[in-house]
């Protein structure tokens, strides 16, 4: 009975961090949000930087897109192939 729970345990540490994983994706929206809000402004200010504002503005989308993709990726890792079941089952 001590194996059932320990394994459920390591599950439940797996659903959890798996949800840590996936905030990432939300905070990446918003800060995606915040970046698109500040080209926009910075257009307005200066439309002859237009080129040059949105040309970074696609860069760090792109590199901030990256970091929500990986996020997602480590989320289903855990819940779907958790490598720390395989660790806790060799061991017992």
């Known amino acids: 009975?001590?194996?059932v729970s320990s394994l459920a345990?390591?599950?439940s540490v797996g659903?959890?961090?798996?949800a840590i994983a996936l905030?990432?994706?939300i905070l990446t929206c918003l800060g995606q949000g915040n970046v698109a809000a500040k080209a926009i402004e910075s257009i307005a200010r200066q439309p002859e930087a237009r080129?040059?504002?949105t040309s970074t503005m696609f860069i760090g989308l792109a590199?901030?897109?990256?970091?929500g993709i990986y996020g997602?990726?480590?989320?289903?890792?855990?819940l779907f192939a958790n490598p720390l079941v395989a660790i806790y089952t060799s061991f017992m």
């Open 72 to 78: 997602l990726l480590i989320s289903i890792i855990l």
């Open 15 to 18: 659903q959890i961090a798996a």
């Open 23 to 25: 905030l990432n994706g």
């Open 63 to 67: 590199m901030s897109e990256t970091a």
């Open 1 to 3: 009975m001590e194996q």
């Open 51 to 53: 080129s040059t504002v």
């Open 9 to 11: 345990f390591v599950l």
